[in-house]
């Protein structure tokens, strides 16, 4: 079984910073990429950033320049630094991951339960 705990998340004042966790647990062989969505109340599900496991990354506009994915491939941990928050950027923040369990021979795609964060105007 796999499990995917994001932390960090909270209320925090529109221009400050947060700074978010996923930890990847279970019997896993190798993590394809992992990435951040959210999801606004009334909106749907958009990605917010994607790291592969050679480091390539991949930014929403919306977030370019201010958010910074990185990813500790031997803890198998994923972080998404967010700076210059803005109150559009409300929202239950999802950890997805694309990985190989050991023994299987094809990989799955993972979600954590989400993290909540508030920007208050």
């Known amino acids: 079984q796999v499990q995917l705990v994001e932390s960090g998340g909270g209320l925090v004042q529109a221009g400050g910073s947060l700074r978010l966790s996923c930890a990847a647990s279970?019997?896993?062989?190798?993590?394809?990429?992992m990435g951040w969505y959210r999801q606004a109340p009334g909106k749907q599900r958009e990605l917010v950033a994607q790291m592969t496991v050679a480091g390539s990354a991949y930014y929403a506009d919306s977030v370019k320049g201010r958010f910074t994915i990185s990813r500790d491939n031997a803890k198998n941990t994923m972080y998404l630094q967010m700076n210059r928050l803005k109150p559009e950027d409300a929202a239950v923040y999802y950890c997805?991951?694309?990985?190989?369990?050991?023994?299987?021979?094809?990989?799955?795609?993972?979600w954590g339960q989400g993290t909540q964060v508030t920007v208050s105007s």
């Open positions: 997805n991951s694309d990985l190989t369990l050991n023994g299987a021979t094809w990989s799955r795609n993972y």
């Open positions: 279970g019997s896993i062989a190798s993590i394809n990429f």
